[in-house]
């Protein structure tokens, strides 16, 4: 205790408050860097990578969604619209080839010229022949299929049209720059989980370590708080036998709070480091968050602009075209075609299994059969009943006729008789026998012809 004077007690307080205030500063300022690393590393850097990795699974989404809309668009613009039609117009084919083949085979049939009228036998070139074809809408039928052919060639340009478009429109588009753009961000981020993956171990190791520089910087602090303590004790306590310091132990503290401040200063310096390494970290992360992000922003336009204008083309486009081939389908020409098979192939099987056997029946089988009733009913039958009752008015006449006056009617002056008989449709078997038989001859060949 002499060896230790007032004056040496005051300068060893002084020593220790300006140490403790210098380490104070320091502790201050090393915990700012440290709260302020960890807001940058842990909230900050969390809050804006999870909130990119939001975007970016957004407009993963979006791309998903456009792919798979353009993928239905391509389905509707080549099956359910050129698909639907080449199939369509190969069973309008199918028909087309059908009734073709029906028409082919009127113009097989062969007609005889007693079987037309006489009316129309002008308007037909009877030299070369006429057929069942020559009776038929032959110009009607060429101006179908005209039109048939028509449509077909300008649904083929409306088709290729429509390709060509979607092409250009939608799918190259969305090829070429929107996906190339899209896989640009992917590998962006791709590079950026990477870069996080490479760099959480050296986070985690900043964090640790500052935690653990914090707890040293506490516990030297506390000793330089201590020692100042035990300074201003021993100024206020100095020269009082009542109470017991040791001052060599305060000189050898008083010498060691340099060592204390020194490593104190030491500390603070690796936490400001550690700070800066922290934000050359975060610099780095923004050098991929912030390309990540431009590309979002640019993709979102190029989404945007190619949703309203290309996709919104192609969809005006499939509209415009369903009105115009409701207006032009195909069923149209079908549904004709097929009333006209159904007509000329009954027309066909007609003529060859009914119309000629009739015309037979009426023209040679029928005549002949009246002829034969009208003979028999005029030579047998109205003969015999006339001439029974000739014989019985004479009979009466005989029997009565003297007692009826003169003045009176005799029954049956007026008897009904057969005086002509003139029947109609007989002419072609009684005028020209031998044309007739060579006519019947001429259809019955025809009629075993087409059996």
């Not at 060639?153 to 190339?180: G, Y």
């Amino acid at each position: 205790m002499n060896e230790f004077s007032r004056d040496n007690l005051i300068e060893c307080r002084d020593h220790a408050k300006k140490a403790l205030n210098e380490a104070r500063e320091l502790c201050n300022t090393a915990n700012t860097s440290i709260s302020n690393l960890i807001n940058k590393l842990v909230v900050e850097l969390s809050d804006h990578l999870e909130h990119i990795d939001a975007k970016y699974k957004q407009f993963q989404m979006v791309n998903d969604l456009i792919a798979n809309y353009i993928a239905f668009l391509n389905d509707k613009v080549h099956n359910d619209c050129i698909g639907k039609y080449n199939v369509e117009y190969a069973k309008l084919q199918q028909v087309m080839q059908e009734f073709n083949e029906i028409i082919d085979s009127l113009d097989k049939v062969k007609v005889p010229e007693f079987l037309i009228q006489e009316s129309s036998t002008n308007d037909l070139s009877l030299e070369q022949g006429v057929s069942l074809k020559h009776f038929i809408s032959v110009d009607e039928i060429e101006l179908l299929f005209g039109n048939i052919s028509i449509h077909h060639e300008n649904m083929t340009k409306l088709h290729e049209f429509m390709d060509k478009s979607f092409r250009e429109t939608a799918q190259l588009p969305f090829n070429k720059v929107i996906n190339k753009r899209f896989q640009q961000m992917f590998k962006t981020h791709d590079d950026l989980m990477t870069f996080q993956s490479m760099n959480n171990d050296g986070i985690q190791s900043i964090l640790k370590e500052n935690e653990s520089l914090e707890q040293e910087l506490v516990s030297l602090l506390q000793m330089l708080t201590n020692h100042y303590d035990q300074c201003m004790v021993g100024l206020n306590e100095f020269g009082k036998s009542s109470l017991h310091i040791n001052y060599d132990v305060l000189a050898q503290d008083s010498e060691e709070s340099v060592s204390v401040l020194k490593d104190l200063r030491s500390i603070y310096d690796i936490i400001i480091n550690n700070e800066i390494r922290g934000k050359k970290i975060v610099k780095s992360f923004e050098t991929y968050t912030d390309k990540l992000m431009g590309q979002i922003k640019d993709l979102d336009k190029i989404y945007n602009k190619f949703k309203s204008t290309n996709l919104f083309q192609i969809i005006i486009f499939l509209n415009k075209y369903h009105e115009i081939n409701g207006k032009l389908d195909l069923t149209n020409y079908h549904h004709i075609i097929d009333q006209l098979i159904y007509y000329y192939r009954n027309f066909l099987s007609i003529y060859k299994n009914k119309y000629l056997v009739e015309f037979h029946h009426q023209q040679f089988t029928y005549p002949r059969q009246f002829l034969t009733k009208l003979n028999r009913f005029l030579n047998d039958e109205l003969y015999q009943f006339h001439q029974n009752e000739r014989d019985r008015r004479i009979n009466w006449l005989t029997k009565y006729g003297e007692f009826i006056p003169k003045q009176f009617k005799l029954p049956g002056d007026k008897q009904p008789s057969v005086v002509q008989v003139i029947t109609e449709g007989l002419n072609d078997n009684d005028d020209n026998e031998a044309n007739g038989v060579f006519m019947e001859k001429q259809l019955l060949d025809l009629i075993k012809s087409l059996m």
